[in-house]
């Protein structure tokens, strides 16, 4: 699985331009509303995440020199994406940890039980070397969606500003 992620910073993407995988802020008066894709669920994911450090310091300074497991749990997919993008927080808030790169499987086990076990790197957040952007407060489950196709899975998401 291919660990990088696409960074694509314009509110206008075309279908023609978009690649295939990537993220991009939709208009949004006060919050981030965030839509991101790839080919897979577990790419998706791995955008949505890119998306989320995006919004607050410079991703493209975050060297991938530390490894850690992340795990979460979901009753549906929804639940896993809100889920996953709480425990990225928790891990900014107490570790000040900033990660870059996304190994991600998403399984089910039984019909409402959904496992993401992710393998993450990435380094101790440095204001100097990332900057400061906006604080993130919380992730919302309002206008949370998700789409799967044979080709692509898209989620959008709502992160409190």
Known sequence: MNGSCKHIASNQ??????GAEGHRFLEHTTDAYIEAW???????????AEAFYETMLNVQKIDPILAERILVDGHDKKELLYNWLEQLLLEFDIKAMVYTSYDIDIASEEPTIFKL?????????????????????????HLMTIEESAKEARVRFILDL
């Open 117 to 141: 076990r992710g393998k993450v790197r990435g380094e101790k957040y440095d204001q100097g070397k990332h900057g400061a952007k906006t604080e993130v407060k919380g992730v919302t489950y």
């Open 13 to 18: 993407v075309s279908e023609e331009n978009r």
């Open 38 to 48: 790839g080919p897979t669920i577990e790419r998706a994911f791995a955008q949505a």
